[in-house]
Protein backbone atom coordinates (compact mmCIF):
# COMPACT_ATOMS: atom_id res chain seq x y z
CA UNK A 1 0.00 0.00 0.00
CA UNK A 2 2.81 2.70 0.73
CA UNK A 3 3.87 1.73 -3.22
CA UNK A 4 0.19 3.27 -3.95
CA UNK A 5 0.74 5.97 -1.93
CA UNK A 6 4.31 7.22 -3.19
CA UNK A 7 2.61 6.85 -6.73
CA UNK A 8 -0.60 8.94 -5.87
CA UNK A 9 1.76 11.94 -3.71
CA UNK A 10 4.53 11.44 -6.67
CA UNK A 11 1.47 11.94 -9.58
CA UNK A 12 0.20 15.23 -6.82
CA UNK A 13 3.71 16.52 -6.43
CA UNK A 14 4.93 16.53 -10.29
CA UNK A 15 1.65 17.43 -11.37
CA UNK A 16 1.91 20.73 -9.27
CA UNK A 17 5.14 21.16 -10.09
CA UNK A 18 4.57 21.29 -13.71
CA UNK A 19 2.06 23.41 -13.26
CA UNK A 20 4.42 26.13 -11.90
CA UNK A 21 7.04 25.98 -14.09
CA UNK A 22 6.65 28.12 -17.49
CA UNK A 23 5.85 26.69 -21.00
CA UNK A 24 5.16 23.54 -21.90
CA UNK A 25 7.12 20.67 -20.73
CA UNK A 26 7.62 17.38 -23.08
CA UNK A 27 7.48 14.47 -20.80
CA UNK A 28 5.13 11.96 -20.37
CA UNK A 29 3.79 11.08 -16.88
CA UNK A 30 5.56 8.80 -15.76
CA UNK A 31 8.52 10.44 -15.56
CA UNK A 32 6.39 13.17 -13.90
CA UNK A 33 5.29 11.07 -11.47
CA UNK A 34 8.77 9.80 -10.98
CA UNK A 35 10.06 13.07 -10.51
CA UNK A 36 7.28 13.54 -8.50
CA UNK A 37 8.04 10.96 -5.98
CA UNK A 38 12.34 12.34 -5.68
CA UNK A 39 10.98 15.30 -5.19
CA UNK A 40 8.60 14.27 -2.25
CA UNK A 41 11.52 12.39 -0.68
CA UNK A 42 13.83 15.37 -0.71
CA UNK A 43 11.78 17.23 0.10
CA UNK A 44 10.59 15.47 3.28
CA UNK A 45 14.30 15.14 3.67
CA UNK A 46 14.79 18.65 3.80
CA UNK A 47 12.08 19.46 5.83
CA UNK A 48 13.60 17.07 8.46
CA UNK A 49 16.88 18.74 8.61
CA UNK A 50 15.55 22.62 8.83
CA UNK A 51 13.01 21.06 11.42
CA UNK A 52 9.65 21.77 9.85
CA UNK A 53 8.67 18.33 8.98
CA UNK A 54 6.01 17.91 11.36
CA UNK A 55 3.75 21.03 12.37
CA UNK A 56 1.05 21.88 14.03
CA UNK A 57 -2.13 21.54 11.17
CA UNK A 58 -0.52 21.40 7.62
CA UNK A 59 2.72 20.74 6.59
CA UNK A 60 2.75 23.97 3.98
CA UNK A 61 6.38 24.67 4.55
CA UNK A 62 7.26 21.17 3.79
CA UNK A 63 4.74 20.85 0.90
CA UNK A 64 5.84 23.64 -0.75
CA UNK A 65 9.78 22.29 -0.66
CA UNK A 66 8.21 19.16 -2.15
CA UNK A 67 6.59 20.97 -4.82
CA UNK A 68 10.18 22.95 -5.67
CA UNK A 69 12.10 20.07 -5.43
CA UNK A 70 10.08 17.95 -8.25
CA UNK A 71 10.21 21.13 -9.91
CA UNK A 72 14.00 22.05 -10.07
CA UNK A 73 14.06 18.36 -10.88
CA UNK A 74 11.62 18.49 -13.99
CA UNK A 75 13.49 21.76 -14.94
CA UNK A 76 16.46 20.27 -14.93
CA UNK A 77 15.77 16.51 -16.56
CA UNK A 78 13.17 17.86 -19.23
CA UNK A 79 15.61 19.48 -21.77
CA UNK A 80 17.61 16.07 -21.54
CA UNK A 81 14.60 14.05 -22.02
CA UNK A 82 13.65 15.80 -24.82
CA UNK A 83 17.05 16.00 -26.17
CA UNK A 84 17.61 12.32 -26.29
CA UNK A 85 15.74 11.34 -29.34
CA UNK A 86 17.41 13.98 -31.68
CA UNK A 87 20.44 12.31 -33.68
CA UNK A 88 23.52 14.92 -34.55
Request: proline share 3%; no cysteine.
Amino acid sequence: MTIIWAIIAGLIVGLLARVLLPGRQSIPIWLTILLGIVGAIVGNVIAANIGVRHTDGIDWVRHLLQIGVAAAAIALVEPLYTRRGVRR
